[in-house]
């Protein structure tokens, strides 16, 4: 059993380990060559400039200012200094409204105005009732008992368990008015948001779904003539969706064909005396040897030919046109109309829905028939619930390493393994005289390896959950994210916590003692893993490796960088996880409460910086995930007050328990009024706030020709021709070769030809925008560099409002 110096033990290697993280990353990020790694989203934004461009030959890459490596923790005073606003503007307001999952009011996280108070109380008042109780010692021949469940609820006679009801209601009337006070704020921020963007396809577009087949019509037809009919007055066009799935796997092919020719023009640049040459047989090991430059340049050249054939193979067959369709109108009060109603009298046909942006589409999953959705959801289901039960045997095993004394019981086979390895242990002990590194290797094994076993059995999870998500047939990349972060949510909820505690039979001794697992598994993922966030040393190796064998130019170097995004999938499950932890042993053990503490401190800074400087957002959903945030805070709630009653009534202790029977209804209804309240801003779009963002758009810019604006807007991306990809990439690339130059113009000249209709200046198709707004000033409270470009929207917060 792991005691306070076992947990000290750990404490201290995840606290060296994040401390040389940090280290590492305080000498990585401050050296020019890893300069678009460690702020790849102020080049994204052209906020910043090339750091080779001037100084003499190693200052081009390695910082010779030896003053700046002493303040290496400079970088958390300064991602505090951007204030909220200016964060929206920024960043957008999916990565505000995440970091106020963390944050709310002046430099205090979300969880630190949950759980300061609560830890202050549970600390002065819980932990002397608990320790002047004696209920363990009683216990001790069944039970493996440590110094820290004498902290907790195991160790209270039932006569004194009114303290610790009283304290959960207290706590629950905290939590459910910070709930309250925060909803309400963000849904006044989102609606302040909408409002605050400029004209965008997808405020003006809506997804309609099972267009019906009708005899004679085409699906193009059958459009027109539908929404003419019944939208006379604001339909304005639509566009229809092809299923191009094969079409995108040739140009994923294509796309490695390119990256190998790139590489070989590389290698020969630099090495001009050789041409470089393959094998054309399998994975070149055998074969006729060929020049390499030549063999891919007449592969991508039949590659392109054959590509043309097939585009034009979808555009014209009439059966490659999916029952799907973006509708665009002239107004949006127009498309609210549409979307939010029902157009059919059969329920199941013509479905309308607000179109995602065009950045946040999975156009793979526009060809699945609407009608298997059902059938798909209901085949994952069953799958998640069986990866759920298939995890709980490996995870509980590793639940049992915190306790040698506890695995012995649980696994009586495995007695003569560990009785054999003390027995070496001591021998060793015996024989050098290094008491103190067995004692030391024993904590590691009893207090740091269980919670870093556990993240590794975690760590592929997200990436089967996002596939399953997938094959549900969700259009929108942020519906997926969410998908899956709810499907991770219930796996870390049966198996991580549930799984530990409800097994066992004495639930009331054994809901607190394992307490001890729970600290060590936030050390090593809320500390150790957080700092390794922020080092990013997978982005920093990948970005290296490209530039070494794939950097032929500034453009290059550019599509090397790898800003990622907030992995919304896997970082929403587990900061909930902790709040579930946070509630949970907030009155059963509250030793706990100084961990989380720490973790909700050390991941809002590192989140925060990594927002500012970093992640660069595929999409921006308008913070569309925070009604689920809030229900599984709720959901931690009625699960700490069950399992606080299911304890109460394994202590014998009848008297107290109709108390606290209340409690869950209360905070259900609580629940349900927070949802009535509060979530329709989340799920439709006011028609008074259409009307006034058109009637306002009509008086600053009445000749707007919507027609224009959105006549390519969700085109898929792959129909856009190769010549006008080649232009864009001229236009990117500011330092360009001679030899290149006239191919780029060539380009140029065929792209014009070839498209009259200009796609919208504010989504491209083939690359994420640049999802940066303008601040109004230079950024000069991080980092002194100009100012980002506008786009989008300009927000500002209330009076008094305008710090997180």
């Given at each position: 059993?792991?005691?306070?110096?076992?947990?000290?033990?750990?404490?201290?290697?995840?606290?060296?380990?994040?401390?040389?993280?940090?280290?590492?990353?305080?000498?990585?990020?401050?050296?020019?060559?890893?300069?678009?790694?460690?702020?790849?989203?102020?080049?994204?934004?052209?906020?910043?400039?090339?750091?080779?461009?001037?100084?003499?030959?190693?200052a081009k890459f390695v910082n010779l200012d030896f003053k700046t490596y002493l303040t290496f923790l400079n970088w958390m005073p300064q991602a505090l200094k951007m204030s909220e606003s200016e964060l929206i503007n920024h960043a957008g307001l999916d990565s505000a409204i995440f970091l106020r999952i963390y944050s709310l009011g002046c430099f205090l996280s979300y969880g630190f105005k949950i759980f300061v108070p609560i830890t202050v109380v549970a600390l002065f008042i819980l932990i002397p009732v608990n320790v002047s109780s004696g209920t363990l010692f009683f216990l001790r021949k069944e039970l493996v008992v440590s110094d820290i469940d004498k902290l907790s609820i195991s160790n209270v006679p039932p006569v004194q368990f009114f303290v610790h009801i009283g304290l959960e209601y207290l706590f629950t009337i905290w939590i459910c008015y910070m709930l309250y006070k925060d909803y309400d704020n963000v849904a006044t921020m989102r609606l302040r948001f909408l409002a605050s963007q400029r004209r965008r396809a997808e405020q003006f577009t809506v997804v309609v779904r099972n267009v019906p087949q009708i005899s004679g019509h085409s699906v193009s037809d059958s459009l027109d003539q539908f929404f003419k009919t019944n939208h006379p007055d604001t339909y304005?066009?639509?566009?229809?969706?092809?299923?191009?799935?094969?079409?995108?796997?040739?140009?994923?092919?294509?796309d490695r064909l390119q990256n190998w020719l790139d590489y070989n023009q590389?290698?020969?640049?630099?090495?001009?005396?050789?041409?470089?040459?393959?094998?054309?047989?399998?994975?070149?090991?055998?074969g006729k040897r060929v020049d390499?430059?030549?063999?891919?340049?007449?592969?991508?050249?039949?590659?392109?030919?054959?590509?043309?054939?097939?585009?034009?193979?979808?555009?014209?067959?009439?059966?490659?046109?999916?029952?799907?369709?973006?509708?665009?109108?002239?107004s949006r009060w127009g498309a609210a109309v549409c979307a939010q109603t029902q157009q059919s009298k059969n329920p199941t046909l013509w479905l309308t829905n607000w179109a995602p942006e065009p950045r946040d589409i999975y156009w793979q999953n526009l060809a699945i028939p609407f009608l298997s959705l059902t059938i798909r959801k209901l085949i994952i289901s069953l799958s998640v619930f069986a990866l759920v039960f298939f995890y709980m045997i490996p995870i509980t095993f590793v639940q049992s390493l915190a306790n040698l004394e506890g695995l012995e019981r649980v696994a009586p086979f495995l007695r003569p393994v560990i009785e054999l390895t003390l027995y070496y242990e001591n021998i060793i002990t015996i024989i050098a005289g290094l008491e103190l590194l067995i004692l030391f290797d024993q904590r590691i094994y009893t207090s740091f390896l269980p919670g870093l076993a556990l993240k590794i059995l975690l760590y592929i999870l997200p990436t089967i959950l996002m596939i399953m998500s997938k094959i549900e047939g969700h259009i929108a990349l942020s519906t997926l994210e969410r998908r899956a972060s709810a499907k991770y949510y219930y796996f870390m909820l049966v198996n991580v916590f549930l799984g530990s505690i409800l097994i066992p039979r004495t639930i009331g001794v054994s809901i607190p003692m394992k307490a001890t697992f729970f600290i060590t598994y936030i050390m090593v993922d809320g500390w150790a893993g957080i700092a390794g966030e922020i080092l990013r040393l997978?982005?920093?190796?990948?970005?290296?490796?490209?530039?070494?064998?794939?950097?032929?130019?500034?453009?290059?170097?550019?599509?090397?960088?790898?800003?990622?995004?907030?992995?919304?999938?896997?970082?929403?499950?587990?900061?909930?996880?902790?709040?579930?932890?946070?509630?949970?042993?907030?009155?059963v053990t509250p030793i706990l409460l100084p961990f989380i503490l720490n973790f909700f401190a050390f991941a809002y800074l590192v989140y925060r910086h990594q927002i500012i400087n970093v992640y660069n957002q595929?999409?921006?959903?308008?913070?569309?995930?925070?009604?689920?945030?809030?229900?599984?805070?709720?959901?931690?709630?009625?699960?700490?007050?069950?399992?606080?009653?299911?304890?109460?009534?394994?202590?014998?202790?009848?008297?107290?328990?109709?108390?606290?029977?209340?409690?869950?209804?209360?905070?259900?209804?609580?629940?349900?009024?927070?949802?009535?309240?509060?979530?329709?801003?989340?799920?439709?779009?006011?028609?008074?706030?259409?009307?006034?963002?058109?009637?306002?758009?009509?008086?600053?810019?009445?000749?707007?020709?919507?027609?224009?604006f959105l006549a390519d807007a969700y085109l898929h991306p792959i129909f856009r021709s190769f010549e006008e990809e080649e232009l864009e990439e001229v236009r990117v690339d500011k330092v360009r070769v001679d030899k290149n130059q006239s191919y780029g113009d060539n380009a140029q000249s065929q792209t014009s030809d070839d498209h009259s209709s200009p796609s919208p200046p504010h989504h491209p198709t083939t690359s994420a925008p640049q999802d940066v707004y303008h601040h109004g000033f230079p950024p000069q409270y991080a980092y002194n560099f100009s100012s980002p470009t506008h786009y989008g929207y300009h927000y500002e917060a209330e009076p008094g409002n305008s710090r997180d």
């Open positions: 059993m792991a005691t306070l110096s076992d947990i000290g033990v750990s404490a201290l290697i995840n606290i060296l380990t994040a401390f040389a993280f940090l280290l590492a990353f305080a000498v990585l990020r401050i050296q020019p060559v890893n300069d678009r790694v460690y702020l790849p989203k102020w080049y994204i934004n052209g906020g910043r400039s090339s750091p080779r461009s001037g100084g003499n030959f190693v304005l066009c639509h566009q229809a969706v092809y299923n191009a799935n094969k079409f995108a796997k040739l140009v994923r092919k294509r590389l290698k020969f640049e630099r090495h001009s005396e050789k041409r470089p040459t393959k094998k054309t047989g399998f994975l070149g090991l055998w390499s430059i030549d063999f891919y340049k007449q592969q991508i050249k039949e590659f392109d030919k054959n590509m043309a054939l097939e585009r034009q193979k979808v555009l014209k067959d009439t059966k490659s046109i999916l029952p799907v369709a973006f509708v665009s109108f002239k997978k982005p920093l190796v990948i970005f290296h490796l490209k530039n070494m064998f794939m950097v032929k130019s500034e453009r290059d170097r550019e599509q090397a960088m790898d800003p990622g995004s907030v992995d919304y999938p896997e970082t929403l499950p587990s900061l909930q996880l902790y709040f579930l932890l946070g509630i949970v042993y907030a009155v595929q999409y921006e959903s308008g913070a569309a995930f925070w009604p689920h945030v809030h229900s599984r805070i709720i959901a931690s709630l009625v699960i700490s007050q069950l399992l606080l009653l299911g304890l109460l009534n394994t202590k014998e202790a009848a008297n107290s328990t109709p108390l606290l029977a209340i409690l869950p209804i209360l905070t259900l209804s609580f629940n349900q009024y927070c949802k009535h309240r509060f979530e329709p801003a989340f799920r439709r779009y006011p028609l008074e706030e259409a009307m006034k963002k058109d009637i306002m758009d009509q008086t600053t810019e009445p000749d707007v020709n919507l027609t224009t």
